[in-house]
Structure formats: C-alpha cells, structure tokens
C-alpha cells in the first residue's frame, strides 16, 4: 500500500508541472501578440509623426547614419620579395686525421685558439724514426767522403768508371733515403692547413691513434657562406651577383650579400636549386648551421594599386572592400568586389577592382553594408603615391 502511495504521487507531480507549461506558453503566446501590435501600432505612429514634424524624419535619418573614416587607395611602386630559409656554412670547417701510426705524445694547442698556417698541432711518437735518420746521416758522411775521393780520383783519370758511379750512386741512394724518412716524420706532426681557430680536439696525449682517427677540427669563419634551396618557381627571376637581404633571428641581425653561385641541377625531391652567397664574418658571430632567411626580389611593379590589408573582407561573392560613393546628394558605402595580388606585410596589391582614385572605408568598414548611409569625420581626398617602400612575401619551401 505504500509503494502504490508513492507512485501516485509522482504522477500528481508530473501533471501539475504539465500544466503549469501550457500556462506560461498561453502567457507568451499573448504577449508576443500584444507586443507585434504595439510594434505596428509605434511604426504607424512614426510615419504620421514624420509626415506632422520633418525635424524628426531628420533624426530618425541620421540615427541610420554610420560614423566612418576614409584613406585613399595607394598609388605606388610595389616590390616583392620571396624569403627562403638557409644555412651558415664554412668551406674552411675540417677534421684532420692522423696520416700514420704513433703514440700522441704533445699537443700545444687548445680549443678555442687561433692558430696559424702550418702551425703544429700534434705531435705523434717517431723516435725510431729520428733514429734511422740518425744512422743514415752517418752513412751519408761516409758515402760523401769516399765520392769525393773517387770524383778527385775520376778526374786524374786514376781508377775504374764502375768505382766512380758505385761511389756516386751511394752517396745519392743515401740522399733519397733521408728525404723518405724526413717526410716519413712529417707525416708524424699534423700541422694546420689554414689559419683558424681550433674547435674540438678529440684525442689526449697518449693515446694510440691512426689514419682511422679524427684528431681536431679546424675552422676558419672570417668569411662564411649561406646555402638556401630555392623553388624551382623562381629560376628565371633571379641572377648571379642580384642583392640579396640576409636575416639572422637568432642573433637579431641583418647584412646585404651578393649571389655568388646558382646550382645548375634541380633537386628531385623538392624541386628546388641551390643558391650561395658570401660573407664576411671578421666578428665571429656567424657559425656554421646557424639559421638565416634569404630574402630575395621577387618583381616590382610600378603604378600599382595598393591598401591595406585589413580592410579586406570576404564573403560567398568573393573578396571585397568598401569604398565611399556619392549619389543623389547622399554619402554611401559601396561594396566592390576585388582580386587580390601580393601581400606585403600589412599591403596587399589589387590586380583588379579598384582603379587607384577611390576613397577606402577605414574606421567602421566592417559596421557598414551596400547602399548605406555613412557620414565621414574625416577630410581625406584621393591621391597619387610613389612609395619606394619595399614589401615582403613569405613563401613556403
């Protein structure tokens, strides 16, 4: 009997909440009714009220009005730029290795210091050599002594021409065999290719090494290169020896460089060439793998009709901006449909749509429509530039 209570009452409840619904949607269905009266009732209201006072009709008018700004559409010459991303390089970055095998037994450099051309930079263990040389110079003294007695001999016409050229051949057999060994021993001192500054050693004195063994590398970065891979897009537009832009992020820098080469091959995979330039980097602050952005010309064109960015707007017609049109006594907006070119930085170039003597809607573009009343709180007139400025255009590769 409880349970049969409890359910009934739950049922009491969901009725009363059934019921209380219809009533608040009776009461809508009211007011809304009231209210589209009391809206057709003001509007008919309002027509008479214009009809009795023109003040008003005035009001009303200008309470239709949007606040607006205008610029003039640009004029000028519009250059772009493509930017690719490149690489510090260095073609006097190298690792020596050990030319023969030894012991390492003196090092007198360190990383980080400069170094000059021919410079020893380690020294390997050629004692045994230094004895044979030692061995062989004596034997040369001796070989010497007899040659010369043969030669005084020769020329007296006393002795046999075989005791002579035996005599000669010895003496010049011992002369090619210190030159052997005395570059044998060199092999033994790697010296500095170039001047530089040694980076990284990779042996201790010591330690047993061979032509298997990377010893030091030397780097030389009072001039560096930057290598980029450019889009096969832009083989024709640029030249051997064109000026180029070159930004370094990292060390919030920017330098003027000269093409110096431009690859001959298309790379396959990314359908890109290689470009070069040259820098000088007496400063040292240009590592090699260090990031840059080479920015490069891409075309000007002069006479160009330019505006900002952002006052272009899109919708399912298309692209479009708004410019000021005057009709019938009136200031209106006017919605003209464009084809955008180039963006530079906050510029973009119009390929068509606007002619270059138009004003553009800046301040309250986005709150006016086609055909809308606006009012201008500024004087600003149509006008010609020449702006040498140039642009950017950022390109993926």
Same mark, same amino acid.
């Given at each position: ?26 009461? #809508?269905?009211?007011? =809304? @009714?009231? *209210? ?7 509007? =008919?209201?309002?027509? =008479? ?26 004029? $000028? ?5 493509? $930017? ?14 050990? !030319?023969? !095998? ?11 210091? /400069? ?9 390997? $263990? ?13 034997? /040369? ?7 010369? %007695? ?12 075989? !005791? ?9 057999? /011992? ?18 290719? *170039? ?12 330690? @047993? ?54 690859? !001959? ?5 990314? %359908? ?5 330039? $040259? ?19 891409? *075309? ?9 960015? @952002? ?28 084809? %955008? ?12 749509? #606007? ?9 309250? *573009? ?32």
């Amino acid at each position: 009997m409880v349970l049969v209570a409890a359910c009934g009452g739950k049922e009491d409840q969901k009725g009363n909440k059934n019921e209380k619904a219809l009533e608040v949607r009776a009461e #809508l269905t009211k007011k =809304r @009714n009231e *209210f589209e009266k009391l809206r057709t009732e003001i509007s =008919r209201l309002e027509k =008479r009220l214009e009809k009795l006072d023109p003040s008003y009709a005035k009001a009303k008018k200008e309470a239709k009005t949007t606040l607006v700004s205008t610029i003039p559409v640009s004029k $000028e010459s519009f250059t772009s730029y493509v $930017e690719v991303r490149g690489t510090v390089k260095s073609d006097k970055n190298v690792i020596l290795n050990a !030319q023969t !095998q030894g012991l390492v037994t003196y090092i007198p450099v360190q990383e980080g210091q /400069l170094v000059g051309a021919g410079q020893v930079l380690v020294s390997q $263990e050629n004692s045994v050599l230094v004895n044979q040389l030692e061995e062989v110079k004596t034997q /040369l003294k001796l070989a010497e002594a007899l040659f010369k %007695r043969q030669d005084n001999l020769w020329k007296k016409k006393i002795g046999t021409e075989i !005791q002579y050229l035996t005599a000669k051949n010895s003496k010049e057999s /011992l002369e090619r065999k210190i030159k052997t060994i005395q570059s044998q021993m060199a092999l033994s001192s790697i010296t500095a290719p *170039f001047t530089g500054v040694v980076d990284e050693i990779f042996v201790k004195k010591g330690q @047993n090494v061979g032509p298997q063994n990377q010893i030091l590398r030397l780097v030389s970065l009072n001039t560096v290169q930057i290598q980029a891979d450019v889009s096969e897009a832009y083989l024709g537009r640029i030249s051997r020896g064109d000026k180029v832009k070159i930004k370094f992020p990292s060390l919030d820098m920017e330098k003027i460089a000269a093409i110096k080469t431009i690859g !001959q091959v298309i790379n396959p995979d990314n %359908r890109t060439f290689r470009i070069e330039l $040259e820098l000088p980097n007496t400063d040292r602050l240009l590592k090699p793998d260090l990031q840059a952005i080479v920015e490069m010309k891409d *075309f000007t064109k002069k006479e160009a009709v330019v505006v900002p960015s @952002n006052l272009i707007q899109k919708d399912k017609t298309g692209e479009f901006v708004y410019v000021l049109n005057k009709k019938d006594g009136k200031t209106l907006a006017k919605k003209v449909l464009i084809k %955008r070119g180039a963006n530079a930085k906050n510029r973009t170039l119009v390929k068509s749509g #606007l002619k270059g003597d138009e004003l553009l809607i800046e301040q309250g *573009f986005r709150d006016v429509s086609e055909g809308g009343l606006v009012k201008v709180t500024n004087a600003a007139q149509p006008k010609k530039t020449d702006s040498s400025e140039k642009k950017v255009v950022k390109v993926k590769n």
